[in-house]
């Protein structure tokens, strides 16, 4: 078919009185309201949720043979993030089956389990919906694997770790000629005594990092904590 042409998102020019910015109508949609679903990225069971909560399942699947192939059935939250190319979605817990509350994942248990799998593409188009080419998988393995590796432990212990669950990513090449890729996680202490979220106690939050297209990732030491009785400093004379 005939390729259409690229419009430009405008910076905003104009807030309103809450402060939200507005962009030009011509080139980007006047609400949220007026985007409408292509398809579901995820899973291999249709499964869509409107703004009412009413639950869909005539969404196309197109991702299905892929989230066969890499063992991701139900997986939560994710970002994007683009690095050496490629475009990256990264995922927090994933089960092998179309279920990933915390105590199904738990019964599961590992290497069903992950707290977090990297998917990838060289699909920028949208449009159409996105094609996912794989996931980060372990040498010799055909599972995707759990890149911010975590002990999920179901016994609770001081520091232990239930899962570490991705927030947001980043890439970059570095001066020696290296190919970097960075997950900025939390380390969940533990879930509410329901078992499920948003109500978790958090260990610490830090970056993790690949090399090269690996898929060993390396945390980065925790932030220090910051003080909470600070001395209060006598005035100057």
């Known amino acids: ?25 011509s080139t980007c949609i006047a609400a949220i309201s007026q985007a409408k679903p292509l398809g ?7 499964e869509w949720m409107d703004a009412n ?22 997986t939560d939250e994710g970002s994007i993030f683009l690095a050496q190319g490629k475009l ?6 994933t089960g092998a089956t179309n279920l990933n509350d915390p105590l199904t994942l738990a019964l599961q248990g590992t290497p ?11 699909d920028f188009d949208a449009s159409d919906g996105i094609q996912l080419k794989g996931f980060d998988v372990a040498p010799g393995a055909t599972r995707a694997a759990e890149n911010v590796v975590s002990e999920h432990a179901t016994m609770e212990s001081p520091g232990s770790e239930t899962t570490a669950i991705p927030l947001a990513g980043f890439g970059f090449t570095g001066m020696d000629g290296k190919h970097y890729r960075f997950q900025w996680f939390v ?13 978790f106690e958090a260990n610490y939050s830090t970056l993790a990092y690949s090399v090269d297209g690996s898929s060993t990732w390396t945390r980065v030491s925790s932030p220090p904590t910051p003080a909470r009785n600070r001395p209060t400093l006598a005035p100057s004379s």
């Open 112 to 122: 069903s389990w992950r707290s977090n799998v990297l998917a990838y593409t060289d």
């Open 40 to 46: 579901q990225l995820t899973g291999f069971v249709a």
């Open 53 to 74: 909560g009413t639950l869909h399942s005539d969404v196309p699947l197109l991702n299905e043979q892929v989230m066969r192939d890499y063992e991701v059935g139900g």
């Open 1 to 25: 078919g005939a390729t259409q042409p690229l419009l430009p998102i405008y910076l905003p020019g104009t807030f309103d009185a809450d402060g939200v910015p507005h962009a030009d109508r």
């Open 88 to 93: 990256y979605f990264i995922f927090g817990d």
């Open 187 to 199: 380390s969940i202490h533990k879930w509410s005594a329901m078992l499920v979220g948003p109500d």
